[in-house]
């Protein structure tokens, strides 16, 4: 009796541990992780560089003007937001004395130069009446005295006139002197633009910066048919960049919309800023005139820097690469996860190109973060990612 009791106790003891065992495995088996997924297709991946920090849309041409002298705003024409054109006066300060000196100067020139052409009249006369002299002595009708007196008063008279005309030419040298000065208060837009800030205001005194004390621009002028980004690209980047490669912009302002661009400049020098990594600015101008109409000075920037395009290849979206050689395929035919070992090629941010390890048609694990994804593990689609 004692011996069939203790293989009945035996029996029970290893039915409860299979059937441990199989409830063990059957939950293990059961409790699947969602996981999201995409699959393995042909097309484009291009490698891109990015800027390091954000970048700046840039006026192509600004001018921060300022008088040369110091002194009261007279006249002030343009407003903040003024569209000007070159040429047109921005700013005038208190010029009454100087345009009075202007005048002064021009009445001065004029009556030099009307003296210089009444003493030139006379130094003519001169030179005639030596000339008549000469001929009389020929004929012995006047003394050899009288024609050295009508020769010396005609080198005289042209020496008068040469005097009147230098004296003439100085007097118009103080006009321009004198406009110089007067130019010197007053601001005169160089080029086609947009007022983009005034500091004054009428009858206020403006004073000249003090050497290496930078002050406010009176006027800042922004030339807005023409903008540009500049960016700063990590150093060991900089290497694959080449003026002419595309671009493609993004800007804080415009969300996901892209502006296609073309590198015009890369800086010849590297920046050092401290705690900083090191940088060189990269610029990159847009190339659709109708997207220069949309944009403002200032704007924090975005760029990737097209450096090789492969076409027709296979690809996955880079988030599904794990430490840049592996991925998590799902068979969804048995439900489970398969890790594998990739070689890639080309890469983005969005996509990366796969060499070897994957067939076209196959799915990759993009949700590389999620708890309990390994290999093996049993797993079904996100219902929305699910591919048709």
Same mark, same amino acid.
């Given at each position: 009796?004692?011996?069939?009791?203790?293989?009945?106790?035996?029996?029970?003891?290893?039915?409860?541990?299979?059937?441990?065992?199989?409830?063990?495995?059957?939950?293990?088996?059961?409790?699947?992780?969602?996981?999201?997924?995409?699959?393995?297709?042909?097309?484009?991946?291009?490698?891109?560089?990015?800027?390091?920090?954000?970048?700046?849309?840039?006026?192509?041409?600004?001018?921060?003007?300022?008088?040369?002298?110091?002194?009261?705003?007279?006249?002030?024409?343009?407003?903040?937001?003024?569209?000007?054109?070159?040429?047109?006066?921005?700013?005038?300060?208190?010029?009454?004395?100087?345009?009075?000196?202007?005048?002064?100067?021009?009445?001065?020139?004029?009556?030099?130069?009307?003296?210089?052409?009444?003493?030139?009249?006379?130094?003519?006369?001169?030179?005639?009446?030596?000339?008549?002299?000469?001929?009389?002595?020929?004929?012995?009708?006047?003394?050899? =005295?009288?024609?050295?007196?009508?020769?010396?008063?005609?080198?005289?008279?042209?020496?008068?006139?040469?005097?009147?005309?230098?004296?003439?030419?100085?007097?118009?040298?103080?006009?321009?002197?004198?406009?110089?000065?007067?130019?010197?208060?007053?601001?005169?837009?160089?080029?086609?633009?947009?007022?983009?800030?005034?500091?004054?205001?009428?009858?206020?005194?403006?004073?000249?910066?003090?050497?290496?004390?930078?002050?406010?621009?009176?006027?800042?002028?922004?030339?807005?048919?023409?903008?540009?980004?500049?960016?700063?690209?990590?150093?060991?980047?900089?290497?694959?960049?080449?003026?002419?490669? =595309?671009?493609?912009?993004?800007?804080?302002?415009?969300?996901?919309?892209?502006?296609?661009?073309?590198?015009?400049?890369?800086?010849?020098?590297?920046?050092?800023?401290?705690?900083?990594?090191?940088?060189?600015?990269?610029?990159?101008?847009?190339?659709?005139?109708?997207?220069?109409?949309?944009?403002?000075?200032?704007?924090?920037?975005?760029?990737?820097?097209?450096?090789?395009?492969?076409?027709?290849?296979?690809?996955?979206?880079?988030?599904?690469?794990?430490?840049?050689?592996?991925?998590?395929?799902?068979?969804?035919?048995?439900?489970?996860?398969?890790?594998?070992?990739?070689?890639?090629?080309?890469?983005?941010?969005?996509?990366?190109?796969?060499?070897?390890?994957?067939?076209?048609?196959?799915?990759?694990?993009?949700?590389?973060?999620?708890?309990?994804?390994?290999?093996?593990?049993?797993?079904?689609?996100?219902?929305?990612?699910?591919?048709?």
């Amino acid at each position: 009796m004692s011996g069939s009791f203790s293989k009945g106790r035996m029996f029970t003891l290893l039915l409860v541990i299979a059937l441990l065992a199989a409830w063990g495995w059957w939950i293990t088996r059961t409790e699947q992780i969602t996981v999201a997924t995409s699959p393995v297709e042909s097309g484009t991946v291009e490698k891109t560089v990015a800027n390091t920090r954000a970048g700046t849309v840039e006026a192509c041409r600004r001018a921060k003007l300022s008088p040369s002298a110091g002194g009261q705003i007279a006249k002030l024409p343009v407003h903040e937001g003024d569209l000007v054109k070159q040429g047109q006066l921005l700013l005038e300060l208190w010029n009454k004395d100087l345009n009075a000196q202007l005048d002064l100067a021009r009445q001065e020139a004029t009556s030099a130069a009307a003296t210089a052409r009444a003493r030139c009249i006379e130094a003519e006369q001169l030179r005639s009446e030596a000339g008549r002299l000469h001929k009389l002595m020929a004929r012995k009708l006047v003394s050899e =005295e009288q024609v050295d007196q009508g020769t010396s008063a005609a080198a005289s008279g042209q020496a008068a006139c040469e005097a009147a005309r230098a004296t003439a030419a100085v007097s118009e040298a103080r006009v321009g002197v004198t406009q110089a000065t007067l130019e010197k208060t007053r601001l005169i837009a160089p080029f086609d633009g947009v007022v983009a800030e005034i500091n004054g205001e009428l009858n206020e005194y403006v004073t000249p910066s003090p050497i290496g004390i930078p002050t406010p621009p009176a006027i800042d002028l922004i030339d807005n048919s023409c903008f540009y980004l500049s960016a700063p690209i990590d150093e060991v980047d900089v290497a694959g960049i080449s003026r002419g490669q =595309e671009a493609r912009v993004t800007l804080d302002a415009f969300g996901d919309r892209r502006f296609d661009g073309r590198v015009r400049r890369i800086a010849d020098y590297v920046l050092d800023i401290e705690k900083q990594a090191r940088t060189v600015d990269v610029e990159v101008e847009f190339t659709d005139p109708e997207d220069i109409e949309k944009l403002l000075a200032g704007y924090s920037a975005d760029v990737e820097i097209i450096l090789d395009v492969r076409t027709d290849t296979l690809r996955v979206p880079t988030e599904a690469l794990v430490d840049g050689s592996r991925v998590y395929v799902f068979v969804p035919d048995q439900g489970l996860i398969e890790q594998r070992e990739v070689k890639t090629g080309t890469s983005n941010w969005d996509h990366s190109e796969i060499l070897e390890g994957l067939v076209e048609g196959e799915l990759v694990v993009t949700s590389v973060g999620r708890e309990g994804l390994t290999d093996g593990v049993a797993a079904r689609q996100e219902l929305s990612l699910i591919h048709i």
